[in-house]
Each structure stands twice: as structure tokens, then as C-alpha cells.
């Protein structure tokens, strides 16, 4: 389980995440995303100059520019918002398709969970009709009551319209900016953001509105929110975290699909947490001694196919059983910080350690991979380094709770989950 992961975990049954729900989760469902409504609202309207519009139009798309395809469109076909709401509201009607397999999208997931507000920006209400909730959908600018009784009963807000009501619908950059002119929009939005911490779930993050909602209300996401991203490149992973404080979790659909990767994601975050038995140690269980638990044979199931360090070790040319071997140095290594962080050593210390096997790491760097360019060679060798690295004098604050060998080379592979600077080899994801 990757930190971030493990933090949401946390968070969820804190109570203090709220799903914010994009097209790509309708997608099962055939509802089309934004491209494909000003694409499909474009061959209808773009008459006389067709090819022109047509042309202008996708530009703007290509460059996933909305409110400039929008504007073209408005300005060279002649129609107005009005125009473009109701074919919205006819294209979803007609495209949406019924599906009897729960296990082919994730809204039944969203379900099972105990989430209470529920944010969306897609237009349709499936969302609602798989959440048995409290109350009817509403518009997140239509609330008229305290607000603070948002997170009490399960219910499902919409912030940019729904079908039941095309002049709601916003797409085009005139209604985005006269909804958000709303001060009491604003103070609603700035409620949510301050209080509870989003998990965006069906955005690609080049969708445009929700950029330029993070862009406006900047202020209003100062502690940090959560993203579910299909193999997102690394650059947008730091720009997703310094721009926009965003935490991603990454995951892969390769040999699957998007609804069973982030099902299997949901069913992490809804597993039961204990913090009393998660910061337990030997002590407690009474053996007398303050040493703390260990991974397990009940932790080596975790699914960490997803995670950034497992994708580096597949880019290469290593071994099958050595990158599963990785997989169980990882799960021992987490789980030692992690319990080692709850047992109170402070985070200088943890990241000085770290340090220590980042240069390692660089060590075999120079004198392995450099010189000899085996990917394999060199996954091996920094795991013989690491198996009895001397901490040197912070080994004085572990005593009893000094890492055993799989821990330690399991560290190297924390790192790479999280530091860009660690790959096995020359190739990087955004090769692919």
C-alpha cells in the first residue's frame, strides 16, 4: 500500500474525505465526456461552413481548450447557450445505455461506502441512483440551508447542472464565470475545500473546469486532496502536488480495466482501520519488551502492482522473481516506517536514514549500472548493500527496534515510490 493510499485510508474513515466524481466514471454508462458533446454539438450546428468549423473547433479540443471550441462554435455557427444546453440534455438522453453488471463500473462501489456529500460535475444522475441517498440531487449554488449540515445525510451535489433541468448546464466560459461570480457559491466551495479533504475520481486533470477551479480557488485548497490518475507521467505528479496540492494515486490498467483498478483502491480505503492496532506493539501484547510489529504473512497479498516503485522495476529488464522479491522488501520496509513514525522517532530522523540509502543507491549507480548497464545486475546489488547498512550513530536511537534485513532493502524501494531520482535503468514511464 502506497503512503498516499495508506494516508486516504486514514482520512476516509476520519470522515474527512468527500468524492468529487468527474466524467470518466460515467464513461461504462456511454454517457459522452465533454470532447465528445462539443464534437457531436458541432456536427449538428456547423452548416454552410462546415468544414471551417469544424476545423476551429477541434483545434481548441485538441489542445483540451472547452471554452475555446465553445466560443468558435458560438460565434461561426450562430447559436447560443441555450442551444447548447438542450442538445446536451438530448445527446446524454440518447447515449446513455443501462448496465446490469455492477462489477463494470464503480458507482455501486461508491455505494457500499459511508461517504456523505458526494461532489460531481457531470451532468447526468447516476450517481445518485446507485447511492440510495437521503435526499434528491441538488445544485451545489441552490443550497438554502446550514451548511454545515452538508456532511450529516448521504446526498449528492452538482456543481455544474444536470439534465432534469438544462438551463442549469454549464460548458460554455460565460455560464463557468457567472456561476462562480456567486458569492454565496464561493463560500459554499471554500466550506467544502476547508473542511474535508476531495478525492477526485474519472478526471484526466486536463479537463479544463477543474483546473480552473483549483486556479480560482487556490486558496481555499491549502491542506492537501487526493486524485486516482491512470499511469500519469511524473511531471504531472510533481506538478499536480506543488501547482495544485493534489496527492496522486497512481494506477495501471494494463491486462485490466479503469473500473477494477479502482475498485480495488476503494476496497483498500473501505478496509476496516483500527488505530489502536495499527500503532501496537510487543509491549502492548505483553511481552515486556517496546519493539515494534513487523509485516507479516498477512500483509504480503497487498496489491502494489500500481505503485510508482513496482512500475520503475517493470520498465527494466529484471527478473520476474527479483521485482517480486522487491514487492516483499517494500511491504516490509513500509510497514517498519510506518509503525516507527507512530512509535514517536521524529521525521529528521527517518528522513536521515533515508539519506543514507539514497547514497547507496548512487553508489551502485556509479560503480554497477554506469559501468556495466544491466538493470537486473543492478537491482541486485543495492539490495546486497542495503541488507546490514550501518546508520552509523543514529543506530543508537533504534535499540529494540533496529530494521532486519528486508526492511532495510526494502527502503530503496519506499524512495522510488515517491522520489523521481531512483530508476533502474535508463527508460522512464513517460517513454511508454
Not at 44 to 61: P, Q, S
Not at 96 to 117: A, E, I, R
Not at 335 to 354: C, E, N
Amino acid at each position: 500500500m502506497s503512503l498516499h493510499l495508506e494516508n486516504l485510508r486514514k482520512d476516509y474513515h476520519a470522515d474527512k474525505v468527500v468524492p468529487f466524481i468527474g466524467a470518466g466514471l460515467s464513461v461504462p454508462f456511454k454517457v459522452p465526456t465533454w470532447g465528445n458533446l462539443i464534437n457531436e454539438i458541432t456536427q449538428k450546428y456547423a452548416v454552410g461552413n462546415k468544414a471551417f468549423i469544424t476545423e476551429a473547433v477541434k483545434w481548441h479540443l485538441d489542445a483540451n481548450d472547452y471554452w475555446g471550441a465553445i466560443d468558435e462554435l458560438k460565434k461561426f455557427a450562430n447559436i447560443l447557450d441555450e442551444d447548447i444546453q438542450e442538445a446536451i440534455v438530448a445527446l446524454i438522453k440518447e447515449r446513455q445505455v443501462k448496465l446490469t453488471d455492477k462489477n463494470s463500473h464503480n458507482y455501486s462501489d461508491l455505494g457500499k461506502m459511508k461517504f456523505k456529500l458526494h461532489l460531481t460535475t457531470n451532468y447526468e444522475n447516476l450517481l445518485n441512483s446507485y447511492l440510495d441517498c437521503d435526499h434528491i440531487p441538488i445544485l451545489l449554488k441552490d443550497i438554502d440551508f446550514n451548511t454545515h449540515r452538508l456532511f450529516d445525510e448521504k446526498r449528492v451535489c452538482h456543481l455544474h447542472g444536470f439534465t432534469s433541468n438544462a438551463g442549469t448546464i454549464v460548458l460554455s466560459r460565460q455560464s463557468y464565470e457567472k456561476l462562480y461570480e456567486e458569492k454565496k457559491y464561493d463560500n459554499i466551495l471554500k466550506l467544502v475545500t476547508g473542511t474535508k479533504k476531495l478525492l477526485f475520481m474519472g478526471f484526466s486533470f486536463d479537463d479544463q473546469f477543474i483546473q480552473k477551479l483549483i486556479q480560482d480557488h487556490k486558496d481555499y485548497f491549502k491542506v492537501t486532496h487526493y486524485i486516482l490518475l491512470c499511469d500519469p507521467p511524473e511531471e504531472k505528479i510533481r506538478v499536480l502536488r506543488e501547482e495544485y496540492g493534489l496527492l496522486t494515486i497512481p494506477y495501471s490498467t494494463e491486462g485490466s480495466s479503469h473500473p477494477l483498478e479502482i475498485r480495488k483502491i476503494l476496497n483498500i480505503v473501505s478496509q476496516p482501520f483500527d488505530p489502536i492496532d495499527e500503532n501496537r506493539t510487543l509491549t502492548d501484547v505483553g511481552t515486556g519488551h517496546s519493539v515494534i510489529v513487523g509485516a507479516g504473512l498477512s500483509d504480503m497479498n497487498q496489491d502494489v502492482e500500481s505503485n510508482l516503485f513496482y512500475r520503475k522495476l517493470r520498465l527494466e529488464d529484471v527478473d520476474t522473481g527479483t521485482v517480486e522479491l522487491a514487492k516483499l522488501f517494500y511491504i516490509a520496509a513500509e510497514k517498519y516506517i510506518r509503525q516507527l513514525k507512530k512509535s514517536g522517532m521524529h521525521i529528521s530522523v527517518i528522513d536521515a536514514i533515508f539519506y543514507k540509502v539514497f547514497g547507496k543507491y548512487k553508489e551502485r549507480y556509479v560503480d554497477t549500472y554506469k559501468q556495466y548497464g544491466n538493470s537486473h545486475e543492478f537491482v541486485t546489488v543495492v539490495h546486497k548493500s542495503l541488507e546490514t547498512i550501518d546508520f552509523g550513530r543514529y543506530a543508537e536511537l533504534f535499540k529494540e527496534n533496529k530494521s532486519d534485513d528486508n526492511e532495510n532493502r526494502g527502503l530503496i524501494h519506499l524512495l522510488a515510490d515517491e522520489n523521481n531520482e531512483i530508476w533502474w535503468g535508463d527508460k522512464r514511464l513517460a517513454d511508454l
